[in-house]
C-alpha cells in the first residue's frame, strides 16, 4: 500500500525527445502551511503532469517540488539541463515556478545538468539568488556550479507572508540509489568546479582556467571580446550567467532603430559570433563547456571567480 507523502509513477510516454510523467502523490496537502486536509480526514490526491524536454536515461532520480503555498509535485528527472524558472513570451522553463506575484523568479533562474554522471546546479547569476539547503541542514547562497546529493534542497524566493517572513519554492533532488558519506569521516568540502574563463579587462585579455592552470586565450576578434566583456560584466560572485538572444544581439549590434538601413540582426548572426568565439576559448569547439547553448534562451557563460574579486580590472 502507498504510504503518504509516496510518490508513483502511473504513466510514462516518450516520443519526441519528450517525458510525461503522470505522478500521484497521497496526503501531499493536508497540514501544509496551512492547507486544510479534505473532509473526514481522507488522504488528498494531486495529480499533476509534467514534461520534460529531455530523453529519459537516468532512472530513480526525482526532484520534488513544493510552492509557497504547500502544494507539492514531483519531477522524474532525465537527462539535463533541465531550466527551472518562470514562463516569458518565447520561454517555458522545464519546472515552472508560477504563481511567481512578485516576479522574484529569474526567467531562468537555475539549471540542473548531469555532470561525471550526477546531478549538479547552475545560479545563472539570478536577480535574487538560489539557496542550498543540505540534508545536513546548513543553508548557504549558490555561487557557481555545485554537485547535489540525496536530500539538497534549492530555495528560491517566491513571496512573502503578511509579517514579512521570506516564503521559498523548495526543490529537493531524491536520488536513493546514491553514494552517502559515512558519518564517522565528514567528506571533504571540495567545490564543484568545471572550466571556466576569466577576462583581464585592462589588457583586454581572456583565460580559459580548468584543473591544467590557465591558459591565455589567442584569436578573439573584436565582437568576441565584446561579447565575452558583456557576458562577464553581467555576472555576479563568480557565477554562470546566461543571457537570452534578443539581449545579446542588442549587445552587439545595439537597438533595431540603429541598425542600417535595409539591415536586421538575427539569432543566425549571434550564432555566427558564438561560434568564432568558441574557436578560440573552447578545448573542443564542439563540444563547448565555457560559452554553453541554452535551448530557447540565448548562450552561458561560465565566469572564474577571480573576475568577481576584482582581478585584472
Same mark, same amino acid.
Given at each position: 500500500?502507498?504510504?503518504?507523502?509516496?510518490?508513483?509513477?502511473?504513466?510514462?510516454?516518450?516520443?519526441?525527445?519528450?517525458?510525461?510523467?503522470?505522478?500521484?502523490?497521497?496526503?501531499?496537502?493536508?497540514?501544509?502551511?496551512?492547507?486544510?486536509g479534505?473532509?473526514?480526514?481522507?488522504?488528498?490526491?494531486?495529480?499533476?503532469?509534467?514534461?520534460?524536454?529531455?530523453?529519459?536515461?537516468?532512472?530513480?532520480?526525482?526532484?520534488?517540488?513544493?510552492?509557497?503555498?504547500?502544494?507539492?509535485?514531483?519531477?522524474q528527472?532525465?537527462?539535463?539541463?533541465?531550466?527551472?524558472?518562470?514562463?516569458?513570451?518565447?520561454?517555458?522553463?522545464?519546472?515552472?515556478?508560477?504563481?511567481?506575484?512578485?516576479?522574484?523568479?529569474?526567467?531562468?533562474?537555475?539549471?540542473?545538468?548531469?555532470?561525471?554522471?550526477?546531478?549538479?546546479?547552475?545560479?545563472?547569476?539570478?536577480?535574487?539568488?538560489?539557496?542550498?539547503?543540505?540534508?545536513?541542514?546548513?543553508?548557504?547562497?549558490?555561487?557557481g556550479?555545485r554537485r547535489?546529493?540525496?536530500?539538497?534542497?534549492?530555495?528560491?524566493?517566491?513571496?512573502?507572508?503578511?509579517e514579512?517572513?521570506p516564503?521559498?519554492?523548495?526543490?529537493?533532488?531524491?536520488?536513493?540509489?546514491?553514494?552517502?558519506?559515512? #558519518?564517522?569521516?565528514? #567528506? #571533504?568540502?571540495?567545490?564543484?568546479?568545471?572550466?571556466?574563463?576569466?577576462?583581464?579587462?585592462?589588457?583586454?585579455?581572456?583565460?580559459?582556467?580548468?584543473?591544467?592552470?590557465?591558459?591565455?586565450?589567442?584569436g578573439?576578434?573584436?565582437?568576441?571580446?565584446?561579447?565575452?566583456?558583456?557576458?562577464?560584466?553581467?555576472?555576479?560572485?563568480?557565477?554562470?550567467?546566461?543571457?537570452?538572444?534578443e539581449?545579446?544581439?542588442?549587445?552587439?549590434?545595439?537597438?533595431?532603430?540603429?541598425?542600417?538601413?535595409?539591415?536586421?540582426?538575427?539569432?543566425?548572426?549571434?550564432?555566427g559570433?558564438?561560434?568564432?568565439?568558441?574557436?578560440?576559448?573552447?578545448?573542443?569547439?564542439?563540444?563547448?563547456?565555457?560559452?554553453?547553448?541554452?535551448?530557447?534562451?540565448?548562450?552561458?557563460?561560465?565566469?572564474?571567480?577571480?573576475?568577481?574579486?576584482?582581478?585584472?580590472?
Amino acid at each position: 500500500m502507498q504510504q503518504p507523502g509516496e510518490f508513483s509513477a502511473v504513466r510514462q510516454v516518450h516520443g519526441d525527445r519528450r517525458l510525461a510523467a503522470v505522478v500521484e502523490r497521497t496526503g501531499a496537502t493536508a497540514g501544509l502551511r496551512g492547507l486544510p486536509g479534505p473532509p473526514g480526514g481522507r488522504p488528498a490526491l494531486q495529480r499533476v503532469v509534467l514534461a520534460v524536454n529531455a530523453t529519459p536515461t537516468t532512472r530513480g532520480v526525482t526532484l520534488r517540488v513544493r510552492s509557497p503555498e504547500g502544494r507539492v509535485t514531483g519531477l522524474q528527472l532525465a537527462d539535463g539541463p533541465i531550466t527551472v524558472g518562470r514562463t516569458a513570451p518565447d520561454h517555458t522553463p522545464d519546472v515552472n515556478l508560477e504563481p511567481d506575484p512578485q516576479r522574484w523568479v529569474g526567467r531562468l533562474h537555475c539549471t540542473l545538468d548531469v555532470v561525471d554522471g550526477g546531478w549538479s546546479v547552475t545560479d545563472n547569476a539570478s536577480v535574487n539568488g538560489t539557496l542550498l539547503r543540505t540534508l545536513g541542514g546548513r543553508t548557504e547562497r549558490l555561487v557557481g556550479r555545485r554537485r547535489l546529493r540525496h536530500g539538497d534542497t534549492l530555495l528560491v524566493l517566491g513571496d512573502m507572508s503578511p509579517e514579512g517572513e521570506p516564503l521559498y519554492w523548495e526543490l529537493t533532488l531524491l536520488d536513493p540509489h546514491t553514494t552517502q558519506p559515512a #558519518p564517522f569521516e565528514p #567528506p #571533504p568540502a571540495v567545490p564543484v568546479r568545471g572550466p571556466s574563463l576569466r577576462y583581464d579587462w585592462v589588457e583586454a585579455r581572456a583565460y580559459r582556467c580548468d584543473s591544467d592552470g590557465e591558459t591565455a586565450v589567442s584569436g578573439l576578434r573584436p565582437q568576441g571580446h565584446q561579447l565575452l566583456r558583456y557576458m562577464v560584466g553581467r555576472s555576479s560572485n563568480g557565477a554562470a550567467v546566461a543571457c537570452g538572444h534578443e539581449e545579446l544581439i542588442t549587445a552587439l549590434w545595439g537597438s533595431s532603430e540603429e541598425w542600417p538601413p535595409s539591415r536586421s540582426y538575427t539569432r543566425a548572426d549571434l550564432a555566427g559570433v558564438v561560434r568564432a568565439v568558441r574557436r578560440s576559448i573552447e578545448a573542443d569547439p564542439s563540444a563547448p563547456r565555457l560559452l554553453e547553448t541554452v535551448t530557447g534562451i540565448g548562450y552561458r557563460l561560465n565566469v572564474h571567480p577571480a573576475d568577481e574579486a576584482g582581478d585584472g580590472r
